[in-house]
């Protein structure tokens, strides 16, 4: 998300504030150094990012720049008991809540949803749905992916 935003909108880029959350201690710890294998870089990265935001430190491992890496909040978080910051424009949950029970995936969206502005949006994996959890956001499509936008007025205009 920084290097596309450098990319794309570099002076919001420097306005932007990036919080990267696991409940895994030592999966914070590997974001922080930012050192990737191959493999991990391989799932996706195209190579344009790859060449201009990494330097290889081995045949099987890279590290990010500085520039990028600084401009992430690593923290550890437990998204079923630990408080969420407010006022977030936009949040990206995917393929977590696969994993919860019922009752966790309605305390987690409720979760999210208060932790969005009025007009903000929420990303989830594609496995994963609002739909008979929370009736005020939105569906919106872009492309091939899908969000939901947060429409806490609940005026629906057709």
Avoid: W
Avoid at 31 to 38: D, I, K, L, N, P
Avoid at 73 to 80: A, D, K, Q
Avoid at 114 to 138: H, P, T
């Amino acid at each position: 998300i920084a290097m596309l935003l450098q990319e794309k909108l570099p002076v919001i880029a420097r306005l932007t504030d990036i919080y990267a959350t696991d409940i895994s201690e030592p999966a914070v710890e590997k974001a922080r150094e930012g050192v990737y294998t191959r493999f991990e870089l391989g799932r996706g990265l195209p190579d344009h990012y790859l060449n201009k935001y990494f330097t290889k430190i081995d045949d099987n491992s890279s590290r990010i720049s500085a520039q990028i890496r600084d401009r992430v909040r690593f923290e550890v978080h437990n998204l079923v008991n630990d408080p969420f910051p407010f006022q977030n424009d936009i949040i990206f949950c995917r393929n977590v809540a696969i994993y919860f029970s019922e009752a966790q995936k309605k305390g987690l969206y409720e979760k999210l949803q208060g932790a969005l502005r009025q007009d903000g949006v929420l990303v989830l994996g594609s496995a994963e749905s609002l739909s008979g959890y929370l009736g005020n956001f939105i569906i919106r499509e872009y492309g091939l992916g899908r969000y939901y936008e947060l429409n806490a007025s609940q005026v629906f205009m057709f």
